[in-house]
């Protein structure tokens, strides 16, 4: 069966430090990888997504990069964290596009 | 532009109603329609997809039906549960967009 990890789960930072989130996949080769992030009192907002190796489409302009290094791990990084960085991060995975998607546990992530 | 519109917010009801959670979207065009469920500070949970071309789908004590033309759906649940209380988002796969809208959720709680 498969499985989707985070780590870690909570993180604190200061404004200005660099960030990196790690999201990896099992049992399953070449899924579709995403990066979404919740804040409070707001929908999901997605990020980043992947459909392979080294491709990444960003959603919105902002602070954050992402990498997908090899097929089933995703990471999410910044260079110097934001206040409004602050938030839950979910990564989450798909067999093709408009399928189902599944969730990891996510990461807060919480900017001082 | 996509969006999606959860009513209500919030909804507290007695152990053993049934209810129905409802969601709204403003562009009909969509491939699929996805209930999630979400328990505080933890990842989604799948529970049903429903293809543009389905009207409802059934799981359990979960039923979401679909009306694309009018851009809705609704999610009845039956005999509610204290294991039942969570937030219930809802989300649509647009193929303009290629990528999932998600509302913002109906925070259920379920009590004895």
């Known amino acids: 069966s498969q499985t989707i990890h985070q780590w870690p789960a909570t993180l604190v930072q200061p404004v200005g430090s660099p960030l990196s989130l790690e999201c990896t996949v099992e049992?399953?080769?070449?899924?579709?990888l995403y990066w979404y992030r919740q804040a409070a009192g707001r929908g999901l907002q997605l990020l980043f997504y992947?459909?392979?190796?080294?491709?990444i489409s960003s959603e919105v302009p902002q602070n954050l990069s992402a990498s997908r290094p090899q097929d089933r791990q995703f990471i999410l990084s910044s260079k110097k964290l934001l206040l409004s960085d602050s938030g839950f991060y979910l990564c989450?995975?798909?067999?093709?596009?408009?399928?189902?998607?599944?969730f990891g546990p996510g990461t807060r992530l919480l900017v001082l | 532009k996509q969006e999606v519109t959860q009513i209500p917010a919030a909804l507290s009801v007695p152990e053993g109603e049934n209810l129905v959670l409802n969601c709204s979207f403003t562009?009909?065009?969509?491939?699929?329609l996805q209930w999630f469920r979400q328990d505080p500070g933890k990842g989604l949970t799948s529970l049903l997809l429903?293809?543009?071309?389905?009207r409802e789908q059934t799981s359990g004590r979960l039923n979401a039906s679909l009306d694309k033309s009018s851009g809705r759906s609704t999610l009845y649940i039956a005999a509610s549960q204290p294991g039942d209380s969570a937030t219930y988002l809802c989300?649509?796969?647009?193929?303009?967009?290629?990528?999932?809208?998600f509302g913002t959720g109906t925070r259920l709680q379920v009590t004895l």
């Open positions: 989450a995975w798909s067999g093709v596009q408009r399928e189902t998607q599944y």
């Open positions: 429903i293809q543009s071309s389905q």
């Open positions: 562009d009909s065009a969509i491939y699929n």
């Open positions: 049992g399953t080769s070449n899924p579709n």
């Open positions: 989300a649509v796969f647009t193929g303009t967009a290629s990528k999932l809208t």
């Open positions: 992947s459909v392979g190796i080294g491709q």
